[in-house]
C-alpha cells in the first residue's frame, strides 16, 4: 500500500465538502438511499417534538439534545400546533401521529421491507411557513438511528435551511460497535462515556466490556465490584460500582447495548464446579441491579477442549444459562425497562484454524444445540483475519446459525508502542499481524455481528471506528479514502488539515509523505539551497501543525482533551524530531543551538514527555510500566541519527583540526 499523493491535492475539498456525489447531504454511515424534492425549509426557533407512544424516552431525549445544540427550541406536545415548526417521531405501521403523517406525506414503506435493520425513512419538507421533519422508524431504536442522520444534517445547515430530502436507510449488519477485550489498561470512565457518544452519532449500537485486566471480569469474576479504590488501581483501569452505574446511564441514554461479559475461565467446563452458573448469576443479578440489561460469557484463551463430555457440559451449560436468564429477567410480568437481551459468547475456538477441520466441525456443531439467539463468536481463520464472507460460511455450516465477529482491528495490544490512525487499508499495512493485501468486501455474508477490537488508545481508535461504522452500515457503500478523510473532520474539526499532515507521521512506518520526497531531496543535494529551504519549510509547517492539535489539551471540549492526552507522546515526539532536524540541516544554526539539538536528540528514547502506560502481568500481578511513543520509525526518526551521527564526526574533526594548529 502506498500513500496516495493526489490526495494531498484536494484535501481542501474533501474536508469542507457538504455532499458527497448526487447526495443531497454528507451523513455518515452512507445513506441507503437519499432522494432530493425540490423546496428547502427552514428549521428556526421553537420546534414541536410530536412522539408516538412506541417512541421511548432516551429517543426523545436525544432528539432535544440534537435541536437545543443546533440553536433550537424543543417543545414536546401531543400534537403539532397549527403553523409551527414540527419533529414528528413514530413507528411504522402504529397509526400514531408521525405514522399518519408519512401516508399523507406519500412517504414510500418499501424500506420496510428490507431483510435489514434499523430500517427508518426521515423527511423534510415545507409546509406552508413552517418547517416539517419526520421520522418513521421499524422501532424506537431505529427513529434513534435517524436522529444521527437529522444531527449531522443540523450540522451542514445554513441559517437553519435545510434542503427538502426523503433518506430511506437501514444497516445492512445488525450489531454493530466495539468490544473491550484487548490486554492492556481498560478505558477510564470518562473515555468510554465518550465512546458511547460518539458510537450514538455514527449508528452504532453494541459496546462489549470483556477488558482482560479488569479482575472483576476474570480473577474475581464471581465477586461484587468495589465500592471505592484507591488512586493506584484507578490508574491500571479499575473500576467502582458507581462508575459502572454512571457508564450503563451513559449507554442507555445513548442506545449502545452495554454489554457486561463474565470470564468464568476453565470453571464453566468444569464438571467437579457444580455451582458455577448459580455464581454466575449472582454476578449477573449485581450488574443488573447496576443498570447492565444484557451480558456475554468469555471463555476464550484457556485452551481448546476436544473431549465429547467437556464439549456437551460446555453447550449445556451455555443453554442453561440463558435459560437463566430469561426465567429471571424476561418473564410475561417483566417490565420492559428489566427485560435482558440475548448472551453474547466468546468460545474456547474462536480462530478455526488453530485446530484441523475435523476438530473445528465437532467443536461448532457441539454448540449447534444452544438457543437460536445466542450470538457466539469467530476472530474468523486467524486472531487477526479481516471480516470475509468464507470464513463464517464454513464455521455456520458447522453451527448451523450466522456467526458474530470479533475482529481484532485496530487493536494494539502486541503493537504496543505504535498507534494506528490512517486509513483502514494503510492501518493493515503497518499492523505486522494483519494481511496487508486484505480488502473489505461489499457482500459480506453469514455475520450478523461485526465488533471492532480497538486500541489502548480509545479516543484515536475512533478514527478506525469511524470507517467501522460506515462500512458496517452500508458496506457496497464504503470508500476507504472517504471515510477516512470524512473522519477527520468529524474528530478533529476545524484541525483537521493539522490532523491531515501530521497523523502519518505518528504512525510507524512514515516513508510517503511530502516530508520524505523532502528528505529524499536533500539528501541527494544537501548542499543545494532549493533543497534545504524546501526541507526547512516543511518541517515548519509540520511544526505548526502539531501547534495545532496540541491547542486540543486545552480545548471546553472533553472529547479533544481526552484524545490529545492520548496522541501527545506521538505528536510532541514528531514535533521535536522536526526541530532537530530542522537546526541541524540549517546553515545559520549556530554551534550552541546544534549542540542543543544533539542534546535533545539524545533524550528521544528517554524523555518523560513521549512515555505513556502499558499493563506488565495479568491476574494476580499486574503492574503498570512506561513505553516510549515510536513514531516515524522508519524515515524521520533515522534522519535524525543520521544528522546526529555527522554531527559528532564534524565536531571531532573540528577539534581534531584545532589540535593540529
Known sequence: MTFRKTILGIVFCLLSAVAVADNVYDIRPVPQQQERLQGVATLAGHVNVVAGAGIDGYTIDRAKEVLTEHGLTPVVTRKAKKGANVLYLGVNGSKDLADREAQRLGLKRDVFKQPKYDRHALTVRQEGNAAEVLIL????????????????????????????????????????????????????????????????????????????????????????????????????????????????????????????????????????????????????????????????????????????????????????????????????????????????????????????RQQGERFFNSLSSTPKKVCIYITGRAVWTVPNSEDPKLVSSWLGRDVAWWWNYPCNDNDMNKIFPLDTYRNFDDEAHIDRHATLVPDLKGVNTLISNPMQQGEISKIALYSIADYAWHRAAFDNDASWMASLKAIFGERAKAAFRLLPLTRHYDTNTRLADCIRQWKGKPHCRKGVKALIDELESLQADAKTLAEMGQSENESDRLLWHELQPYVEKVGDMCAIVKTLVSPDATDAQRQQARQQAAQLDKSPKYQFSVLNGMGNDIKLSKRVAEPAAKLLRPFVDQLVAAERVGVCEHNHEQAEK
Open 137 to 356: 422508524g421499524e422501532s424506537t431504536d431505529a427513529v434513534f438511528c435517524g436522529l444521527a442522520s437529522l444531527e449531522q444534517m443540523l450540522d451542514q445547515a445554513q441559517g437553519g435551511k435545510l434542503s427538502c430530502v426523503d433518506i430511506y436507510d437501514y444497516a445492512d449488519t445488525q450489531y454493530r460497535g466495539v468490544i473491550e477485550g484487548y490486554y492492556g489498561v481498560p478505558y477510564s470512565k470518562e473515555v468510554t462515556a465518550d465512546l458511547f457518544r460518539f458510537m450514538a452519532r455514527y449508528k452504532m449500537n453494541t459496546y462489549m466490556y470483556g477488558a482482560k485486566s479488569d479482575p472483576y471480569h476474570s480473577q474475581y469474576w464471581d465477586k461484587p465490584y468495589p465500592e471505592t479504590i484507591t488512586p493506584e488501581q484507578q490508574e491500571v483501569g479499575m473500576l467502582t460500582e458507581g462508575m459502572m452505574r454512571q457508564l450503563t446511564d451513559v449507554a442507555h441514554r445513548t442506545k449502545v447495548n452495554f454489554i457486561w461479559a463474565i470470564h468464568p475461565g476453565q470453571a464453566f467446563t468444569d464438571k467437579s464446579q457444580e455451582n458455577v452458573l448459580d455464581r454466575i448469576m449472582g454476578k449477573l443479578r449485581l450488574m443488573h441491579k447496576l443498570g447492565v440489561r444484557q451480558f456475554g460469557v468469555f471463555v476464550d484463551d484457556v485452551g481448546v477442549p476436544s473431549d465429547s463430555a467437556v464439549l456437551a457440559l460446555n453447550a449445556n451449560r451455555l443453554t442453561q444459562l440463558q435459560q437463566m436468564i430469561d426465567k429471571e429477567w424476561n418473564g410475561r410480568k417483566a417490565l420492559a425497562a428489566d427485560t435482558v437481551k440475548p448472551l453474547h459468547f466468546v468460545p474456547q475456538l474462536y480462530a478455526f484454524s488453530w485446530v484441523n
